[in-house]
């Protein structure tokens, strides 16, 4: 864990801190959307530094979910969402994995499934469609500009913790914003 606290942790976590309490506010929500934010950046600064997420951010990000879980209002409909979250993205990513070679890291599945157990079935769906649509557009660029060929991997966790971030600060807003736009 030792490549995880580097000066990018360092930064990203100053920011996510940074983030959580300026759009969350000063409540007990916010100490839990801060360590959140903080987990998604060190999974992103270990798989930049070391290419591997460790399973023990992932069961720290699943801890703080079991928690927010457990502090929210709950109600079967809250419950359910829950779990779809952690499904919804994980589960078909795993499929891709056993099917495709190489196609997604363990730590990235496992990663998404314990954020989406955070984040929610539509805040999940945001995530997943904020981080492909990043990685995607970062992979045809680099395609492109001919820094790498077609069997290069691209380290997906720093998308997916943008996606997921993005997702838990700004999630609601943009729910609203598209469903005015149907």
Known sequence: MGAIFTPVFYIFGLVAVASAIIVCGFKWGTILVALFLIMLSACAAADINKGIVPDLLAILIAVLAIVRIITNEFTIQNFISY??????????????????????????????????????????????????????????????TKKVDTKTKIRLAPFLAVGCAFSELFGDVFLAIFRSIL
């Open 83 to 144: 779990i779809s979250g952690a499904a919804v993205l994980s589960v078909p990513m795993l499929v891709v994995a056993l099917i495709i070679k190489n196609g997604f890291g363990g730590g990235d599945i496992k990663m998404m499934a314990a954020a989406g157990l955070f984040l929610g079935l539509n805040n999940t769906i945001i995530a997943g469609f904020i981080a492909f649509l990043i990685a995607g557009s970062y992979g045809l660029f680099i395609l492109f």
